[in-house]
Structure formats: C-alpha cells, structure tokens
C-alpha cells in the first residue's frame, strides 16, 4: 500500500474512533453539542480525504451523513436513539467501505443496498425532505434547498511553495475533488514562469493556476479542499463578484500580467480595478510570496476581508505537537539499535579483556547514552490503551442490547502506557473475554433483582503497571463461575481425570482450555467454547499470563499480566552449567547465595526458608537438563510473577545485561520457560526465562 | 525522435528526462515524444513537458507527441495545460 493511503486509512480509522466514541457517549449520557460536533467533523475530515484521494463512494456516502449532522448542528433537527443506531450502522458501513475503496475491490451487492438504504435514512432524517428515491443519484452532492440562481461562483488563485512537489501532494487531486464537489467552470494554467530547459529545477513549482469554480458550498468548505497542502501553498479564494478581492489579487500578481489573463480566459468580461493604494498594494505583494520563496511568506490575518478572502501561508514554522511515522521506520530504529547495543557489549567485552581503562570509561559511557536512546525509541512505540479501551465500550453496549441486559461500564487507567504491538495484538482477546463477561458472567435483569442486586450489571475494564508489567482486569459483578460445572464438563470432555485434584485457581483456569464451555444457552455472542483457549495462546504469544478469580454469586475477575514491550527487556545474566540465561530484571526480587549449610539442611527437598517463609525452589540445571555444575558456590535469584514467588538455583551471577529479544525457532516452541534468545557481546547466545511460564512449571 | 522507451514523466524521472530532452534538443529536428509506454505523468512531468515546449518555441522547433493515450491525454486535461501543449 502507498504511503499516503496509509496515512489515509490511519486518519479514517482514527476519525472512526472519535466519531463512535462520541456516539457511545450521546448513548450513554444525552446529546451534547460537542458530541454531534465530534462525529460532524470526523465526518467531514473522511469525506475530504477520501476526496483527496478520488474515493468517489466514500464522498458520497460521507456527504450524506455530514449533511444530517450539520442539519443537527444547527439545531434544526434533533438527534434521538435511532439516529444514533443509524450513525453507528453507518460508520461500520464507512469502515468497510473505506477497506473496500483502498483494496479496489467490488462492493458485494447485499453491501452496496445496505449503502443505498444508510443513505436513504439518513436523508429521512432531514428537514422538509423527502427519503431519495432508488433511482434517484445519491452522488449529487448539492445542498437540497439551493436553487440555481444562488449558486455562487468562486475565484481561486493557487501558486506553490518551492518544496510542494516534495510533499507528495498531488494538485490532480485537488481538481479531482473540486471536480466532484462543484464544477471547475474555468481553469487557467499560468505559465509565465516556467523557465527554459536549460534551467528548469525539475523539482520547483513554476506553474500557477486561476480557477473559476461553481458550487453552492460555503467558503469554508471550498477553503478545507486545500486542507492538505495549505501550508504549501499560496491560495487566494474570493466569491467571483467581490471586485475589491480581485483588485488585491492583480496587484499582489502584477508579474503574472493577470487582468489580460483572465480576460483571455474569460473569467470576467471586464476589470475595473478597485483603487487599491499604493501603499496597501506593497503590502500585500511584500506579504505574498514570489514563487520559490516560501521563507518570504507571512499569514495576511489583517488583510482578511469582509469578502472572505483569505492568503494563507507559512512565514513563521509551524509547532506542530505530534508527528505521523510509519510504524515500520520505527521498528527498523529498533532493530538497528539492537544491533549497535550488541555491537557495544563487545566492546565492553573487549575493554574488559584489555584492561584498558580509557577504552572502559569510553565504552561505558557509551553504554549509558544507548541506554538513553534505547529508552527514547521504546517510549515512541508506546501509547495509552485508553484509546484501544474505548472502542470496547459500543461493543459492551451492542452486546448488552442484543441479549437485552443492562451494563454499566467502567474503563479506569486508560493512561497507561503499553506497546502499540501488543494493544494492538491484545484487542480481539479483551472483546471475546468482555462479551463472554457480559453474556455468561451478567445475569438477567430479573435474576439479577432476585438475586438482591442491582437490575444493571457492572463490568470493570481496568489497566495499571505493576513490576514492569501491565496488569489489565476484567472484572464483572454478574453469578460468577461454577467450579463443580467446570470440573464436571473437563471430566465430561477428558481434559482431567475424575481422581484429580485440583485448587480453585487451577479448575477456573480450565476454561481456557480449547473445547470447555460451561453455558448453557449457546448464542452469537460466546458460548461454543472456541475462543478462550485462543484468548488464552494469544497472551501467552505476548509473553503474557493469564488468572481467573471468581465467587459464586458475586462475580469473576479475569487478570492478564502483559510485558511492556516485546522488542528489548532490561535483564540480569547468570550462567547455568555451560549456558547463559537472562532473567528480566524486573521480574527479580532479591538474589542470595544458598550456603552449603542450607544446601545440606534442604535433604533433598525442593524450597527454603527464607526468612520464615517457604520459597520453593527450581533448580534450572535439572529443569533444562544443563550440566553439572563446576562452581562451587550455588545462587538463588529469587523471581516473582504477580502473587507467585520462585527462588531460581543458578550458578553464577553475570550482573546486569541490556537485552534486545530475537526470536528463537521453532526447535525452542516445545522448551519449558524460554521465550527467547538474544545475543551477547562476546558472540554468544543466551537464552531469555519466561518467567511466567517457568513459574507456573514449578507451582 | 526520442527513441528510449518512456514509461513515466513524473518526479521520479523528471531529472532524467530533462537531460535527454536537452541533448535531443540539438539534434535541431522536429521534437517527437512517443508516449506509448507512457503509464504516468505528473504535475512535474506536465511542468517538464512545458518547459521543453517553451525551449523549442524560443528555437523556433517544435514538439509532437505521438500515440498519447487516453489515460495521458486526461491527465494532462485535468490541468488544462493540454492547449499550451498543443493536445488540446
């Protein structure tokens, strides 16, 4: 996909966000001006870009909804609830469409009604009209009470900044659109200053253009078609007949010999010049650019007339507070970074080899910035799950609404921060686990007063940091789950023994496994026992874990546990027979050198007692079959993982070690606690503990 | 007669095209520019094409294009520079 329709997509599904955000919100809490403002805006900024990029059916379908919620802006109609399921059906209709226009594919035929009858209630919707007819071209984009009389007529003069045709921008798609949204009456390239051959800068704009444009549309609107390249160009757009906007503009272009233009054109059967001074036109022409001179640019703010003329340009930068960056630059900083991280453990490697103690202080130093520049690229890729989260509400309603229950839902912690990968990647899991919430966990209305509580159900959607790992919760309030319904059904299905014993923990966990469905009503929703063991590979793919806690009565609580970043951890070395490990360092507790007094007091058993308490212990020499041992001393590096605490029996202690993650093959897929390997700087690989997992070997 | 084969007259070429237009400049003959292959043109490109348009004019040669699709042609219509280029 090219570049700019990227940039395109990202930009619509980031207006859907906002525009369904708003939608769950008038659900949830009335109609508010800025609400309707929210999802007329998104509205606009898709049908203008899908415009930009000659998506003729995503203007039009968007135009038709802009014109409703404008219509609701002014007051002129109200929205109620229906309107609100029509806006939502119609910004999933958008989304599909979108992906359809961008794959250039066709639209299925049941779709494509479904577009035409959107459109049809959406125009019901109107004031004094009436629903289109079926035949009727929904791609007329005219405003419905305009006559022809009234349609206004614009001039538009465009020149370019010496670094348009850099940007990318094509002004063939300005046209385009112009083209769609009005008529281009008259469009007159002016050429004066494309130079010869032999002195052509291929790559500066030479070319200007005046158009003569027809459309019954509002400055503003016609003003927004230039939304993306405004700040690189020079544009003057002034209703057709205001003579005082035409005087300013011949003599801030007096070089174009423009009034013998357009003459020739026949934008205007004459000019009279309106007495611009002397003075005002230096002004202006000192304010406007000459071609190629973009530095020299100032906005006109005080020059702006009554008549809607507008020189927008650039003299002073603009601040921007944000940055669009394709994910995958990022990712290819990141991995050139690990590179030079790697590349700089062996010169540390060296150095200490060497002795040499400049070529230490240099190379340590130089291990402190990376550390820095490793932290500032790792936090580009971070962003708050609050935005991720919301989504989840209209589907928390939609599905509440489906099978008629009545949820409250609470999103808290929406600040905190997690790697794009992973909220990306953790998204499908937290909607199955949220409908499975509300479909099995929520009871009815009438079950739910019976059982003395509340008619509407309550589901938690929390996300908080905890040891350098996220912690997301959902917790509902709904009958919670029935261990001896479980254990009977994994008996029933084989996936225990009837002569096992297993804790609360365990026997809840069971729902995780592939085929276990406790419902007893199968819907669309959840119930069919395919997904939570998905649920469940997808968290551990993150190298996440995954708990359930629940009361019969009160409610369940699903605890994921996820990394923060997939990409490099912070960890600690230590050496196991003749291999090296890393522990992520966030995950370690304390280390303690197991005495040959204790070793000898263990008598075989597999923990200590660590200050009155018992810390089980895992020896990873037998755990990984590694060989025996030389060292004579005996480490313990004691871990924990959210409750769960293990002591590991290493024998060596390296220090601490800045890790970039690479993948292990499939050969590895089957080895207990091992998630990955990276490389050191001596050339050596060391393989990463999966904390979780080794954890959850031992307990 | 521009004999190489133009697939394209946009900014990715423009630089390109701007140095054998000038060298088959000299050859002082009627400026032909087979568009055949062409597949795309730019603002750049119809910017180029003015350009040379311009510098034949000043030696007082000419240009002709030759197999201009309909794709092309409407590229260039769009800007409504095909008239200064002698397609219009």
New interface residues.
């Given amino acids: 996909m090219e570049e700019e329709v990227e940039i395109f997509l990202e930009d619509c599904e980031d207006q859907l966000g906002l525009m369904e955000g708003a939608l769950v919100s008038i659900q949830d809490s009335g109609v508010d001006a800025d609400s309707i403002g929210t999802i007329f805006r998104a509205m606009h900024t898709i049908k203008g870009s899908a415009g930009m990029f000659g998506y003729d059916n995503i203007v039009k379908f968007a135009h038709a909804g802009e014109n409703l919620l404008d219509a609701a802006r002014e007051g002129l109609i109200e929205v109620n609830e229906e309107m609100v399921d029509l806006f939502l059906q119609c910004k999933d209709y958008l989304e599909h469409l979108i992906e359809v226009e961008i794959r250039e594919e066709e639209m299925e035929s049941s779709q494509k009604s479904l577009g035409e009858n959107l459109v049809k209630a959406l125009i019901s919707y109107m004031p004094g009209e009436k629903p289109l007819e079926k035949s009727e071209d929904l791609g007329q984009i005219k405003e419905p009470s305009m006559s022809e009389e009234e349609i206004l007529r614009w001039h538009i003069s465009i020149r370019f900044h010496k670094d348009f045709f850099t940007t990318g921008m094509s002004i063939h798609s300005i046209f385009n659109f112009l083209n769609k949204i009005g008529k281009v009456i008259i469009n007159q390239p002016i050429l004066y200053h494309i130079p010869l051959l032999e002195a052509l800068n291929p790559l500066h704009p030479y070319i200007g253009f005046e158009i003569l444009f027809e459309a019954d549309l509002p400055y503003e609107e016609i003003e927004e078609v230039f939304e993306f390249i405004i700040d690189d160009v020079d544009l003057m757009i002034f209703e057709h007949t205001d003579e005082e906007s035409l005087s300013q503009l011949i003599a801030s272009r007096k070089e174009d010999l423009l009034s013998q233009t357009l003459l020739d054109a026949q934008f205007y059967t004459e000019i009279e010049t309106v007495d611009v001074s002397e003075e005002k036109t230096e002004e202006i022409k000192k304010s406007l650019p000459e071609v190629n001179k973009p530095e020299e640019l100032e906005i006109l703010e005080n020059e702006k007339t009554e008549s809607k003329t507008v020189t927008k340009s650039t003299g002073a930068p603009k601040v921007s507070s944000s940055l669009r960056v394709d994910a995958t630059k990022i990712d290819l900083l990141i991995n050139y970074m690990s590179e030079i991280v790697i590349a700089n453990s062996k010169i540390i490697t060296l150095s200490e080899e060497l002795d040499n103690s400049e070529l230490d202080e240099a190379s340590s130093r130089m291990r402190e910035l990376l550390e820095v520049v490793r932290e500032g690229i790792m936090d580009i890729r971070m962003v708050q799950v609050g935005d991720s989260f919301a989504k989840f509400r209209r589907i928390v309603n939609d599905t509440a609404k489906k099978i008629g229950k009545n949820v409250e839902f609470i999103i808290t912690g929406g600040e905190t921060e997690l790697d794009k990968t992973v909220v990306e990647r953790i998204s499908d899991p937290l909607v199955h686990m949220l409908r499975n919430s509300i479909d099995h966990g929520i009871e009815e209305p009438s079950d739910r007063i019976k059982a003395g509580k509340s008619s509407k159900g309550r589901v938690d959607l929390r996300a908080y940091t905890d040891s350098g790992t996220i912690v997301i919760e959902i917790e509902d309030d709904g009958k919670g789950l029935d261990k001896n319904r479980i254990l009977a059904k994994a008996i029933e299905n084989g996936l225990i023994s009837s002569t096992a014993t297993l804790s609360d923990a365990e026997i809840y966990k069971l729902i995780f496994e592939a085929g276990l469905s406790t419902a007893e009503k199968v819907s669309d929703i959840s119930g069919r026992g395919v997904g939570m063991d998905v649920v469940r590979r997808n968290i551990e793919d993150l190298r996440g874990s995954i708990d359930i806690t629940s009361a019969l009565g009160k409610g369940s609580k699903i605890t994921i546990r996820l990394p923060l970043t997939l990409a490099s951890i912070d960890g600690f070395l230590v050496q196991v027979g003749h291999t090296k490990y890393i522990i992520p360092l966030e995950s370690i507790q304390e280390c303690i050198e197991l005495t040959q007094e204790e070793l000898e007091g263990m008598k075989g058993n597999e923990f200590i007692n660590l200050r009155g308490d018992m810390l089980p212990l895992m020896d990873v020499r037998v755990v990984l079959n590694e060989e025996k041992s030389e060292s004579a001393r005996k480490n313990i590096v004691i871990v924990r993982f959210g409750e769960k605490i293990v002591g590991l029996l290493v024998d060596e202690l390296l220090g601490e070690h800045q890790t970039v993650i690479k993948p292990l093959g499939d050969a590895f897929v089957n080895v207990t606690g091992i998630s990955g390997g990276s490389i050191l700087g001596s050339g050596e690989v060391a393989l990463i503990f999966d904390i979780a997992r080794l954890i959850e070997y031992k307990i | 007669m521009i004999t190489e084969q133009i697939k394209e007259i946009s900014?990715y070429e423009?630089?390109k095209?701007?140095s054998m237009?000038?060298k088959e400049?000299q050859s002082g003959e009627t400026f032909i520019l087979d568009m055949r292959l062409v597949e795309k043109i730019?603002?750049?490109g119809?910017?180029?094409l003015?350009?040379?348009s311009?510098?034949l004019e000043?030696k007082e040669q000419r240009i002709e294009f030759i197999n201009v699709s309909d794709a092309m042609l409407h590229?260039i219509k769009?800007?409504?520079?095909d008239v200064?280029l002698g397609l219009g």
């Fill in positions: 900014i423009a630089e095209l701007q237009f000038l400049m730019d603002m750049v119809i910017q180029l003015l350009s040379l311009k510098s000043e590229e769009i800007s409504h520079c200064a």
